[in-house]
């Protein structure tokens, strides 16, 4: 379980980079497992192709409820901590929204107004597949950040696919974050926007996220989104 010192260093560099790294959040062997369920059929709600949809190339399915213990537990154990930093970046965006300490209760205001589709996703990514950068919005009710866990090994099963940020910020060229990640290893990210410091007080800049093109092997992510879909 991750320290209060180590709440404290994602904080900051969420602060300032708009991304954090969690080193080995998930154990090697928890990854392989969780890659290998990809073809569990029975596990998932749906799947959907990208390119069909213009979302770039490969595939992901989103887990249906109950979600495997695993990735509730993780779900769980994410949020509050996570709830506090959304909380603080609210407030020094003057967005009035505020949310719960208990991940089910912001559920729960998820399904009082129709979201009720699980959102916690694995993505599965093959030679020449590639990501579009994009927001996983799914709603009134959007938690401002999402987590990716990276279960493959970069290296050993696939070459390429990258984790890409992009911060586009008002009046300003946009910039672009590359986060380099091993297996196990999380980077937690804007979904939509965050707050930075600028001479005149706080603004927002807009984020999206994709991961570049795939030159071999194959890659899988779990993604952790906290808040359900319509």
């Excluded at 987590?147 to 992009?166: H, I, K, W």
């Excluded at 974050?177 to 603004?203: C, K, M, N, T, W």
Aim: one cysteine or more.
């Amino acid at each position: 379980m991750l320290l209060p010192a180590d709440w404290e260093r994602i904080g900051a560099d969420l602060d300032a980079f708009g991304c954090a790294v969690v080193p080995r959040l998930i154990a090697a062997e928890d990854c392989r497992a969780c890659a290998s369920a990809y073809d569990d059929d029975g596990i998932y709600r749906s799947r959907v192709l990208m390119e069909r949809h213009g979302f770039g190339k490969g595939e992901y399915k989103y887990f249906s409820y109950p979600l495997p213990p695993g990735v509730a537990a993780l779900r769980t154990a994410l949020y509050q901590p996570l709830a506090a930093i959304a909380n603080r970046w609210h407030e020094a965006m003057g967005i009035e929204i505020r949310f719960p300490a208990r991940h089910d209760e912001f559920i729960a205001r998820c399904h009082a107004a129709g979201q009720r589709r699980p959102t916690p996703l694995i993505l599965q990514y093959r030679a020449g597949d590639y990501n579009c950068l994009h927001q996983d919005l799914y709603g009134e009710h959007v938690f401002p950040l999402q987590v990716a866990v990276l279960l493959s090994q970069p290296g050993a099963d696939f070459t390429g696919g990258e984790f890409v940020l992009t911060e586009q910020r008002p009046r300003m060229q946009s910039r672009a974050e590359v986060v380099a990640l091993e297996q196990g290893d999380a980077v937690i990210f804007p979904v939509h926007y965050r707050p930075v410091s600028g001479a005149r007080g706080i603004y927002r800049v807009n984020m999206r996220h994709g991961v570049s093109r795939l030159r071999t092997g194959q890659r899988h992510t779990l993604g952790l989104i906290f808040h359900d879909a319509q």
